[in-house]
């Protein structure tokens, strides 16, 4: 694992938004795995100051993101769908139908699931996946105990992450109970991988990831067997590695 040390969330961000630009430049039809959550909120805005300033176009781009709850609409403010539209794609180039995101709000969940796995397959696999990671491990909606052989499946959300993405809504009572998330299979697929870690919060998660034993009940630890993975970390983050 190449594990970057940034001096503070700016430059972590900063940094991401480097490997994502020049990715795009050199394939301009690259496929890119992306995340939400607070951690790469700066990532996105780098972008849209990159993309303005002429930098890069992301007119043949196609993404894919890790994950949806289930049973918000397009339009709720805190759906997945609309923080990407909020904080990216109404602000680049990229065409509507090639942003993609799980289909948490139709009747049918497990064939969106099914239906997800195959565009990813159709695109031609993810060149660059970016993720964050759950204190408890979770990357995408894995949580712990998800099997690593898991593809794009619906999840029941673990308590201590609605927990965590309660401050996000009115109350804990209005985090979803379930989502729809790429699997641990899916994210080990991807060509490249880049985990951003932010904050003092993530440094024993951070440091679990790179020198604990590999097992499911911290699904970050495959990433340890995926041959091209680099972690951004803040100075926060990286407080617990020895490196
Ligand atoms: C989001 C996602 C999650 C987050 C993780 C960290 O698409 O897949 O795994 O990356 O929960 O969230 P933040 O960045 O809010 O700490």
Do not use: W
Request: contains cysteine.
């Amino acid at each position: 694992m190449n594990i970057i040390k940034a001096e503070n969330y700016k430059e972590m961000s900063q940094l991401a938004a480097k490997y994502l630009i020049k990715q795009v430049n050199e394939k301009p039809n690259s496929v890119l795995g992306l995340a939400t959550g607070s951690t790469p909120e700066g990532l996105y805005k780098e972008i849209i100051h990159h993309y303005t300033e002429g930098d890069v176009s992301f007119k043949e781009v196609a993404t894919f993101n890790l994950d949806e709850y289930v049973g918000l609409s397009k339009d709720n403010d805190q759906s997945y769908y609309y923080y990407m539209h909020n904080l990216l794609f109404d602000h680049i180039d990229i065409k509507d139908e090639q942003a993609n995101l799980p289909n948490g709000n139709t009747e049918n969940l497990q064939e969106a699931c099914k239906q997800y796995e195959s565009s990813i397959q159709e695109a031609g696999g993810i060149d660059i996946q970016i993720l964050g990671i759950g204190l408890n491990g979770h990357i995408g909606f894995n949580e712990p105990g998800t099997s690593f052989a898991s593809q794009t499946h619906i999840v029941e959300l673990d308590e201590s992450t609605r927990k965590a993405n309660a401050r996000f809504f009115d109350s804990i009572d209005d985090v979803p109970a379930q989502a729809i998330t790429m699997g641990i299979d899916s994210i080990m697929q991807s060509r490249q991988i880049i985990l951003l870690v932010s904050g003092s919060q993530k440094a024993e998660a951070l440091e679990k990831l790179v020198n604990g034993p590999i097992t499911e009940k911290f699904p970050a630890s495959i990433l340890q067997k995926h041959a091209n993975v680099t972690i951004i970390a803040d100075h926060d983050a990286a407080a617990k590695l020895s490196v």
